[in-house]
């Protein structure tokens, strides 16, 4: 892997190099990961004029959920505690005879900005924009492996959780035992908040669990994800609480169900951001639910839970092969509930079979 990070530095510098900066510092953690294959807490990445340096607060430990730094990164440990690295990473940009430096502004307080222009009082400062962020997006086959491993890990932690008991447990309840669950599987731990959301509260996207208990009769929208190896995923599903839902419960999961599947059948290379989106939202639209719909269909997903590409009305840009991403569409009738799908895929060209299910737990309608 070593290889594959000095390669992901040498299309990085090749960028900055283009735009007249022969250095550049990185500060956002999943970024600083990304190129150095570790990012231990605080650290920055600087690549040098002369050399490549993982500027660490302290020496890093071995836990598999921080990642190993390249063999080919050369470590630079700040002598004392309570340093800056980014502070000390710009001045040993300017001791390697750096004239320019950029930098991650969408990730610096002002404060810390300006700490580094003081400390290298010479070096012009320029924005890197999303120049990484951009480079993360197209996955290579590695880090699908790792979304693979993780969202499997997802879907056994969700499929025990249905197995057992749920009248009577609240949200928050359920919420910490798929947690564990993940853990007790593999994970580094879960990838975002789990979401248990019941009764009038399910279909919410993002809903925080409460103490609110399981019933008979319940819609329970589940969201969830697993962090393997750095790399983060999610699924979403939908159930009914007793032996047989309502009409109107079918009714709204089969009309869901319809518009996750338009948005996972138009996942293909060249297809355009916001036409995934409209395919899903045509179908919830013309059932009458425009009003209060998510600001979204889905988005990408990696070192991040919530990564480009956006997948939204007004979002610009084409899909390419290998980016993984979520289909997650959800209508919430307020004072009622409502459904959730959420599913991660990979893009794939119909030569490969088309988009690649990630998520495999059944989208069928389960009374549990």
């Known amino acids: 892997m070593s290889e594959v ?3 992901r530095r040498s299309r990085l510098r090749e960028r900055c190099n283009a735009a007249g900066t022969a250095a550049a510092l990185i500060s956002r953690p999943a970024n600083v990961r990304y190129l150095a294959g570790a990012a231990p807490q605080g650290a920055a990445l600087l690549l040098g004029k002369r050399e490549d340096l993982l500027v660490c607060a302290g020496p890093p430990d071995d836990r598999p ?6 063999e080919n990164l050369r470590l630079h440990v700040l002598p004392s505690p309570g340093g800056d690295t980014a502070v000390a990473a710009a001045d040993l940009a300017a001791a390697q005879g750096a004239e320019a430096l950029a930098v991650e502004e969408h990730d610096l307080t002002v404060t810390r900005y300006r700490a580094v222009s003081s400390v290298a009082a010479g070096l012009r400062l320029v924005d890197l924009g999303g120049a990484v962020e951009q480079l993360r997006v197209v996955k290579d086959e590695e880090e699908i492996s790792c979304l693979r491993i993780g969202a499997e890990i997802a879907d056994q932690a969700l499929g025990e959780l249905l197995e057992s008991i749920l009248v009577g447990r609240t949200e928050r309840h359920l919420a910490l035992e798929l947690e564990r669950r993940l853990v007790d599987h593999g994970a580094d731990g879960p990838a975002f908040p789990t979401s248990v959301a019941t009764g009038p509260n399910s279909g919410r996207p993002g809903h925080p669990p409460t103490d609110r208990r399981v019933e008979e009769g319940d819609f329970l929208s589940v969201c969830l994800g697993a962090t393997y190896r750095g790399y983060r995923c999610e699924i979403g599903r939908t159930f009914v609480i007793g032996t047989s839902p309502a009409d109107w419960q079918i009714e709204l999961y089969d009309l869901v169900f319809a518009a996750q599947r338009a948005g996972r059948e138009s996942l293909a290379p060249g297809t355009a951001y916001r036409d995934v989106d409209r395919a899903a939202r045509q179908v919830l639209d013309s059932a009458g639910y425009a009003q209060g719909l998510p600001p979204r269909t889905g988005h990408g997903v990696g070192l991040e839970i919530d990564e480009d ?22 209508v919430h009738l307020p004072g009622r509930g409502g459904v959730r799908i959420d599913d991660t895929l990979v893009v ?15 989208k069928e309608l389960l009374a549990l």
Do not use: H, N, S
């Open 5 to 7: 990070y000095a390669t």
């Open 65 to 70: 959920a921080e990642g190993r730094p390249g």
């Open 309 to 330: 590409p956006q997948l939204a009305p007004a979002a610009m840009g084409k899909l390419d092969a290998c980016v993984p991403v979520t289909v997650e569409p959800g």
């Open 348 to 362: 794939r060209p119909e030569a490969d079979g088309g988009p690649e299910l990630l998520t495999i737990t059944t």
